[in-house]
């Protein structure tokens, strides 16, 4: 009844397409269901219509849910076209050992401001839009972004924001990052007269405020981006090559023991910690995390379940090692994991459960 109504949970809605997927009994009650509340929800609909422009309105609708779904069809074709390829091989090998990967450990499930003296503020219910004291520190929180740190002295902030969340923040100079889930950034509470510095853990999109005299410093795992005013992506997660795509200006990458390279919109830095490389990239596809879309392209599963895990809270489990062979291509939504797994088992024959904390594949 809650899918129906349109009020249900994410992982109620995951537990429904698991039943669905394995219970044919329970795919011709729940089509049964639905044909018959779309019968009625059409019929109330177009008795209640008496005016023309309401008529037109219908059909706008209709056309703009036909689209929707053609869209999201269109969506999925590469992720069938890519799996599909690999299934008669994968069913033909030996079936190898379970591979795991264990959900990221998290002190709180909300957003948190930890400052230099060891208090932890919960950002989730300080309270919108008014400013609070701390210490030396104000601070003001509107939605889901802290639009303002504010003291006398120089004093040192960490922003964490746990696994299934994201969050933005206005710095002191104007600048704006947005960060991504299982992510940290380190930050005074006013930046000095020559320069302005950050530490980032995670993922983070930066629009820096332009200031030829003060050089933007964001320092993220072994590297060192160095900016004036621009726009960029820096993804620095653990075991993870060290990521910096600019959108727009230029910056210089650095690290240690090797030369600084200059990085011009629509290329991407990547450092595995050894040696620097540079590629292309799709602008869209690297920053649609900001709108809660992941794309992949040519990807495995493994490959899939850290963003899994810092998306949706959920450690991964490959009961079959050959999952690992499978190679795919599409999008995760941040609010829709029900729609990648149905596609995903409908595109192949890679079924899915979730047991408490642990989405597994099999």
Do not use: C
Request: net charge negative; glycine share 6%.
């Amino acid at each position: 009844m809650e899918k129906l109504s349109g009020v249900i949970s994410e992982a109620d809605e995951i537990r429904l397409a698991g039943l669905l997927q394995s219970d044919g009994a329970a795919q011709q009650i729940w089509q049964s269901f639905d044909e018959e509340r779309l019968r009625i929800d059409v019929d109330d609909f177009l008795s209640g219509l008496e005016q023309e422009h309401e008529l037109n309105q219908l059909k706008a609708r209709i056309t703009a849910k036909r689209t929707t779904r053609i869209r999201r069809l269109w969506r999925y074709a590469a992720v069938a076209a890519v799996i599909i390829i690999g299934i008669f091989i994968f069913r033909y090998q030996e079936q190898t050992a379970p591979i795991e990967f264990p959900m990221i450990a998290a002190t709180s499930d909300h957003v948190q401001l930890l400052t230099q003296d060891g208090q932890a503020v919960d950002l989730d219910g300080s309270g919108q839009g008014m400013v609070h004291a701390l210490g030396p520190l104000e601070i003001r929180v509107v939605g889901t972004e802290l639009q303002s740190v504010h003291s006398r002295e120089v004093v040192m902030s960490t922003l964490v924001v746990p696994p299934k969340r994201s969050y933005q923040v206005t710095l002191p100079d104007g600048t704006k990052v947005w960060l991504n889930s299982a992510s940290e950034l380190h930050f005074p509470s006013r930046f000095d007269d020559s320069l302005r510095e950050v530490s980032l853990k995670g993922e983070g999109y930066f629009d820096v405020a332009k200031n030829e005299q003060k050089p933007f410093i964001v320092h993220a795992g072994g590297t060192v981006v160095e900016v004036l005013g621009t726009r960029f992506n820096v993804s620095s997660y653990r075991e993870e090559p060290i990521r910096t795509a600019l959108v727009e200006g230029s910056v210089k990458v650095s690290a240690k023991n090797e030369p600084p390279i200059f990085l011009h919109p629509g290329l991407m830095s990547e450092f595995d910690g050894n040696r620097f490389q540079q590629a292309t990239f799709d602008t869209v596809e690297a920053t649609a995390w900001i709108d809660g879309v992941y794309y992949f392209n040519n990807a495995s599963l493994d490959e899939l379940a850290p963003v899994i895990n810092r998306w949706y809270g959920l450690s991964v489990k490959l009961a079959d090692g050959r999952l690992t062979r499978h190679r795919i291509s599409g999008l995760l939504e941040r609010d829709h994991l029900a729609y990648f797994l149905s596609d995903l088992h409908t595109s192949t024959d890679i079924s899915y459960r979730i047991e408490e904390d642990t989405l597994i594949f099999y």
